[in-house]
């Protein structure tokens, strides 16, 4: 395994695969500090691909002012050991100079899709996913990129980026790994003492309610919002940031859960760490392909 930090040998190194050696690349983009969510999608990619790249880079542009990104979790020393037991054939590691250069001044934008949700809870975090994912996949054009459904909305502004910018890249969306509490695994989580940890349950609990409720035939979404905001009140130390029952296809807001796939997402702050995940029903509706089982 090779660790790469210029942008420079990383897109030569992947024409090399690309070209001479005629083999498949899969590449899996991280921010690092690596759990059991991100190595199942390196697990995924190591059977897709005969190639492996992992890149990991906590992007600055991302973050919104007055976010963690200064705290952000950094251990590229535990990462590298993990992606080595993974088989990983690089891991692609630029510093922000790097990926930003002086005079750097081009950002990627996808309408619609960005402007909720995570958009507004954290301003410009959907410049700065489009815009980096844009220069890894132009730096490394790799065949597949996998990404978590743990992050439902980022996955579907990416969808909508490289089939817009027609990409050569096919994007690959797997399923949220969970603790044994339910609780979505995040790099996040390290920020959690051990009462947050207990108190963050809340947030899987309260959409398994909804999905239940959904189950027994509710289909008002107000209804649906209502459950899990009065199951996240039960806890006092979650704080509910939105909570929000979409077209799981185009993340417009329903009132009722009719004839989509359907899916809830939520933000909740636990203490100061905020934490997001989401839970999909209604998939019987003119279900797609796209659309992973959680
Ligand atoms: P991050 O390092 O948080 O930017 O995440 C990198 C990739 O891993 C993204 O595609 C995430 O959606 C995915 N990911 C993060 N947590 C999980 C999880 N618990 N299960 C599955 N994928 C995840």
Redo the contacts with the bound molecule.
């Keep these: 395994m090779e660790i790469i930090n210029r942008r420079q040998r990383m897109s030569s190194v992947a024409r090399k695969i690309r070209r001479e050696q005629d083999k498949s690349v899969g590449l ?6 690596l ?4 190595l ?2 390196v697990k995924e990619a190591r059977q897709m691909c005969d190639i492996v790249v992992v890149s990991v880079f906590v992007n600055p542009t991302q973050f919104a002012p007055n976010e963690d990104f200064a705290h952000y979790p950094r251990d590229l020393t535990k990462d590298t050991a993990l992606l080595t037991d993974y088989n990983v054939d690089y891991i692609f590691a630029p510093t922000a100079e790097e990926m930003y250069p002086k005079g750097y001044s081009t950002y990627v934008n996808v309408e619609g899709l960005s402007d909720q949700m995570e958009g507004v809870s954290r301003p410009g975090h959907f410049r700065g996913v489009p815009t980096v994912v844009t220069v890894l996949l132009n730096t490394i054009r790799p065949d597949f990129a ?6 439902a909305q ?2 579907l502004v990416i969808k909508r980026l490289v089939k817009d910018l027609a990409f050569d890249t096919e994007i690959v969306v ?5 603790e044994d509490s339910g609780l ?4 996040r989580n390290t920020f959690l003492n051990g009462e947050e940890r207990e108190a963050a349950k809340v947030i899987h609990r309260s959409l398994v309610k909804a999905k239940e409720a959904y189950k027994a035939g509710e289909r008002n979404s107000g209804k649906l919002i209502e459950l899990v905001r009065k199951t996240i009140e039960t806890e006092p130390r979650a704080r509910l940031d939105y909570v929000q029952v979409s077209n799981a296809e185009n993340l417009e807001r329903v009132e009722k859960v009719e004839d989509h796939p359907i899916l809830i997402t939520i933000a909740v702050f636990i203490g100061k760490t905020r934490l997001i995940d989401n839970i999909q029903m209604n998939l019987g509706a003119k279900k797609k392909d796209s659309l992973v089982k959680v």
């Design positions: 899996v983009p991280t921010m690092g500090a759990h059991e969510g991100h199942s999608l996998f990404f978590g459904q743990k992050d980022q996955a797997l399923p949220t790994v969970r979505a695994m995040s790099s």
